[in-house]
Nanobody
Framework: VQLQASGGGLVQAGGSLRLSCAAS????????MGWYRQAPGKQRELVAVISSDDSTNYADSAKGRFTISRDNAKNTGYLQMNSLKPEDTAVYYCAVLPSRGSSWYWGQGTLVTVSS
């Protein structure tokens, strides 16, 4: 299973970005998909996760600003980020738990930089 994350970039505070995570390879479907981020000097933290029933959970810092979604037909997940703040600056990683199997797979990360 390979994950390709994209959509990161430089944006001004208050702006928006949409991250994508496409899963390919030997994957029949996605059970759960999560977005994590790691800021310089900090530990990786969960941003949002979506389950097979489309239920979602968000970190407090993401609630009301970020929206996680998925396209099952494309084995792709998204993270819509609005009202971005400088403290959202981090490398964002997607992770996928396939429908079959118990191991999570991680993407390579995409850098989001929010300028003040």
């Amino acid at each position: 299973v390979q994950l390709q994350a994209s959509g990161g970039g430089l944006v001004q505070a208050g702006g928006s970005l949409r991250l994508s995570c496409a899963a390919s390879g030997n994957i029949l479907g996605i059970n759960r998909m999560g977005w994590y981020r790691q800021a310089p000097g900090k530990q990786r933290e969960l941003v949002a996760v979506i389950s097979s029933d489309d239920s979602t959970n968000y970190a407090d810092s993401a609630k009301g600003r970020f929206t996680i979604s998925r396209d099952n037909a494309k084995n792709t997940g998204y993270l819509q980020m609005n009202s971005l703040k400088p403290e959202d600056t981090a490398v964002y990683y997607c992770a996928v738990l396939p429908s079959r199997g118990s191991s999570w797979y991680w993407g390579q990360g995409t850098l989001v930089t929010v300028s003040s």
